[in-house]
């Protein structure tokens, strides 16, 4: 008699999945909640309500970064390259560029001791390297090197400093494939005795290098695919550094009437869509 139970019981549990989705085929469909007079809306419906929202339209009203490279010898020799670069683009359309190079060389007749031994550096694959990149190599003994980047983002809320009297003002032209594209090439450079240190604003880029030849290179960029610093030293007892510091303002008064409105329109739009849908 239990035997008969159990598998009675087996049975019914078995079949109770295909009789759950008959009844559920048979059953009107649920109707609508949050109250009566809604109505679904279409996919088409729906597509003309995406995209209509901006959650921020802060624009950039003033761009400035500072880079100073500097490189001391064993021997007392002192390079140093730095360049201030700002991009005012507080009228509307008309952004304006400011280049303030400075390049020197001092001690230039202090002997240079050349490196013992075969002494390889290699940062090629640094190339294939977008972003922020920092890096240092050495091969050699008691050297000190060091990369320092600071990066401060704030609102606008006074006009920054005026660039000064002997910075080189640049056009910004319009381009298609990179807004406020910089029309002009400027650049400093010095060199002695086998150093070299140069500052340069070229193809979108801010760049400032120091080199010896067969002792190293020291470096830093800004372009529109990041950022970085590196650092190759094949001697002994150098010294180098970098150091970089940006600073963006924000302009989000511009943008205060638009996103206004964008709120108000996907509100207006969301008119008729049943709670909880």
Do not use: C
Request: proline share 5%; aromatic share 2%; charged share 15%.
């Amino acid at each position: 008699m239990n035997g008969k139970r159990i598998l009675s019981l087996a049975i019914g549990l078995a079949t109770a999945p295909a009789a759950m989705s008959a009844l559920a085929q048979d059953a009107p469909p649920a109707a609508p909640q949050g109250g009566s007079g809604l109505t679904e809306l279409t996919d088409e419906e729906m597509g003309d309500m995406r995209g209509r929202y901006t959650v921020s339209s802060n624009t950039v009203a003033w761009f400035g970064v500072t880079m100073v490279s500097t490189w001391q010898t064993q021997a007392g020799q002192q390079l140093k390259s730095s360049m201030t670069v700002t991009m005012d683009g507080r009228a509307p359309g008309k952004p304006t560029v400011t280049f303030q190079p400075h390049v020197s060389i001092t001690a230039v007749d202090a002997p240079s001791p050349i490196p013992s031994g075969q002494r390889e550096i290699d940062n090629a694959g640094l190339a294939n390297v977008s972003g922020v990149v920092q890096s240092v190599q050495v091969a050699g003994d008691g050297n000190v090197a060091q990369n320092t980047a600071q990066i401060t983002v704030r609102e606008q809320q006074e006009a920054p400093a005026s660039p000064p009297a002997d910075s080189l003002a640049l056009a910004a032209a319009p381009d298609a494939s990179t807004p406020h594209a910089i029309a002009a090439t400027s650049i400093a450079t010095t060199s002695a005795a086998g150093m070299t240190a140069t500052a340069l604003l070229e193809d979108n880029a801010a760049r400032v290098l120091l080199q010896i030849d067969g002792q190293g290179a020291v470096e830093q960029w800004v372009s529109h695919s990041g950022m970085g610093q590196t650092i190759q030293l094949a001697v002994d007892g150098h010294q180098a550094s970098n150091w970089m510091e940006l600073d963006l303002v924000r302009n989000s008064s511009q943008g205060r009437a638009a996103l206004g409105q964008n709120v108000a329109q996907a509100i207006s739009l969301s008119r008729g869509i049943a709670i909880g849908y």
